[in-house]
């Protein structure tokens, strides 16, 4: 593809852009410690939001966080070469993990409401071997995430602007850490749901702009008679573009699910925005955000996707190549052939501010295990809960040059694109998820089992995916490792595997864990707790030492659980999430898949109606619902600010 904008408007974007954010969510960390009880100068309030987000806030950040890159284009990726059931699957796995979560994030408050980190839990539970092994699946999927993130993002504006994607590579991490050092993860939220705001009013035109207005497309009518008109897909009924009947779409349908759920339990990044709620409303944020998040890579694969293999038909339209495809261009080709400089700069932003969010939540992730789980753990066990916060804002800025070089090796030394990643994601992120989970929800895990399952389980799915590779394709490369029945094998072999191990050791042996081992616990306060145990018979001078450092923690070490009221969430989020998952799972797709069936043009006129009702659904949990649960805190700091 040819840029259809100047360099000077790329570097513009990221640069512009990035400062703009730093001086705007700057601002509001000041007017928040200077007005507001939180203080990001703790550590609890800078890792985990002093676990009191409510509702709007968290809802936006969780859809945020799944709305990275990848999302927005591998979504009109998979439309592209597979058809509508491409979009649809993708969203399907996305919505499903972070629908699961709904359920798990009722125990963690539960059974480890102070617990920041998954690995905490690990030691916690299984003592170094599981800190270690859970510390391992975290880093692993936050850097496979971190550069998924980033070279979705350069691939776009190298594309559209001829911007050097090495200076996108370290140029938008290091703008987007100096914000986040020093407003923590409540600034990251704020960001999110003004920058979510703005991806889903993109959307929402880009939608309108494919099905009716234009003089290409311009109706869903003219959508189908050109799909209609291209050469047939593989494996597809009919060889068409607008039918769930496809091979294809039912292998990728099983990796996407299977790739989110790694995604979604080994990345740090989603459990910190449990950790960071108020326990009432937790499952309920994130349930709702699983069924908002659904309609934007359905959306985007419906409109960009298949509007940019309509538009081939086209002698003008850009010529693709694969790796082009895999940079996820499709949808650009679609906004920019549709919409020209305006579309492309739209396209630039909505990117811009889908990188910059999810990567927010990535440098806030990694930071926390550094801080809580290498730091404080290992190198220095006494320090005080200001060392760590200090450590944690380094850490930002350390993940985020770590991130950009692993990204640059990806791109330039090992030709390594966004979509090559996501194909094999699975691989290195499924294993642990059957040990996470079951760390928080099951007694009976034991450490082999929790080590076992998320190492092990690792390693048996790379053996899986590199024989397989050998035997199917004949040659081990980086090209024949994404291909689909390749990484099939491996992405199921990791979340089998993880789940077989941890399970059956478990069961041989069994733990039977006493999670009040675990409740109203935290790192911080580790040495401080045994210190206070050695001195208890000493004198009242040297308890009242101890006492005076334990109320400079910046948490209530003494919160009640509410253990009714989280069982209760538990059971009804389980259940409407198994509704869920069977209409959006089975209901509507096994039907469309089974029958020999093309869909009509009334048939995809009816499903673009109801793809943009649900895009204003989502806008209005986005963007009015934060609003008005916030518009308290939002009067007080203004009439402070005015001094009334």
């Given amino acids: 593809?040819?840029?259809?904008?100047?360099?000077?408007?790329?570097?513009?974007?990221?640069?512009?852009?990035?400062?703009?954010?730093?001086?705007?969510?700057?601002?509001?960390?000041?007017?928040?410690?200077?007005?507001?009880?939180?203080?990001?100068?703790?550590?609890?309030?800078?890792?985990?939001?002093?676990?009191?987000?409510q509702f709007g806030l968290l809802l936006a950040a969780i859809l945020s966080n799944w709305t990275w890159s990848l999302t927005l284009l591998e979504s009109a990726v998979r439309s592209f070469n597979l058809g509508i059931s491409g979009g649809y699957f993708y969203g399907l796995g996305g919505c499903f993990q972070v629908g699961v979560f709904a359920v798990i994030s009722s125990k963690i408050k539960k059974n480890a409401n102070l617990v920041t980190t998954f690995p905490e839990m690990g030691y916690f539970r299984f003592g170094k071997p599981g800190h270690l092994a859970f510390l391992w699946c975290g880093f692993i999927c936050n850097s496979i995430v971190s550069a998924v993130i980033l070279l979705g993002g350069s691939g776009i504006f190298a594309a559209i602007t001829n911007v050097s994607q090495y200076a996108f590579l370290f140029l938008v991490p290091i703008l987007t850490a100096l914000y986040i050092s020093f407003g923590g993860v409540r600034a990251s939220f704020i960001a999110d749901a003004s920058h979510t705001s703005v991806v889903l009013v993109f959307i929402l035109v880009f939608v309108i702009t494919v099905y009716f207005s234009n003089d290409k497309i311009g109706s869903p009518q003219k959508m189908w008679e050109l799909l209609e008109s291209l050469p047939p897909v593989d494996n597809n009924y009919q060889g068409s573009y607008l039918t769930f009947r496809s091979e294809q779409g039912a292998i990728f349908a099983v990796i996407s699910c299977i790739t989110g759920l790694g995604l979604v339990v080994a990345d740090q990044a989603y459990l910190q925005r449990a950790v960071a709620a108020d326990p009432r409303i937790t499952s309920k944020a994130y349930f709702y955000a699983s069924v908002c998040w659904f309609v934007i890579p359905l959306s985007l694969g419906t409109s960009l996707g298949l509007g940019a293999r309509a538009l081939s038909v086209f002698p003008d339209f850009p010529e693709l190549s694969r790796f082009d495809i895999l940079e996820g261009l499709p949808a650009v080709a679609t906004v920019t052939y549709l919409m020209g400089k305006s579309g492309a700069a739209m396209m630039l932003l909505m990117i811009f501010f889908a990188v910059t969010t999810s990567y927010a939540g990535e440098l806030i992730a990694v930071s926390t295990l550094i801080s809580y789980d290498i730091y404080k753990r290992y190198f220095n066990p006494n320090a005080s809960p200001k060392q760590v916060v200090k450590v944690a804002k380094i850490s930002v800025f350390g993940w985020a040059l770590l991130s950009s070089?692993?990204?640059?090796?990806?791109?330039?030394?090992?030709?390594?694109?966004?979509?090559?990643?996501?194909?094999?994601?699975?691989?290195?992120?499924?294993?642990?998820?059957?040990p996470i989970t079951l760390s928080f929800t099951w007694k009976q895990l034991n450490t082999a089992g929790a080590v076992g399952g998320s190492v092990g389980g690792m390693f048996v799915a790379f053996i899986v995916w590199l024989v397989t590779c050998k035997a199917y394709m004949g040659e081990i490369n980086v090209a024949n490792l994404s291909n689909q029945w390749v990484s099939f094998a491996g992405n199921v072999t990791a979340l089998v595997m993880g789940g077989f191990i941890s399970i059956s050791l478990s069961l041989i042996w069994p733990a039977n864990f006493d999670f009040d081992q675990t409740r109203n616990r935290t790192s911080l306060t580790e040495k401080l707790e045994t210190k206070q145990e050695v001195l208890s018979s000493k004198n009242s001078e040297v308890n009242a030492v101890t006492s005076v450092v334990d109320s400079k923690l910046d948490m209530d070490m003494s919160v009640e659980i509410d253990h009714k009221h989280l069982d209760n969430e538990f059971k009804k989020y389980r259940l409407l999430v198994l509704v869920t998952v069977f209409i959006l799972g089975v209901v509507i797709p096994v039907p469309l898949g089974a029958a020999p069936y093309v869909f009509s043009p009334k048939f995809l006129y009816g499903i673009v109606v109801v793809i943009i009702i649900w895009l204003f659904f989502s806008l209005f949990y986005v963007v009015i619902w934060p609003v008005i649960e916030a518009r308290g805190s939002i009067w007080k700091i203004l009439k402070a600010i005015f001094g009334k």
């Fill in 405 to 434: 070089v692993l990204a640059s090796i990806f791109y330039g030394a090992a030709k390594i694109s966004m979509g090559w990643l996501f194909s094999v994601l699975g691989c290195m992120t499924a294993s642990g998820v059957f």
């Fill in 1 to 53: 593809m040819e840029p259809s904008l100047s360099q000077g408007v790329g570097y513009a974007v990221i640069i512009g852009g990035g400062c703009f954010f730093i001086v705007v969510m700057n601002y509001i960390t000041y007017l928040q410690n200077k007005y507001s009880r939180f203080k990001t100068s703790g550590i609890d309030e800078f890792a985990s939001g002093s676990r009191s987000i």
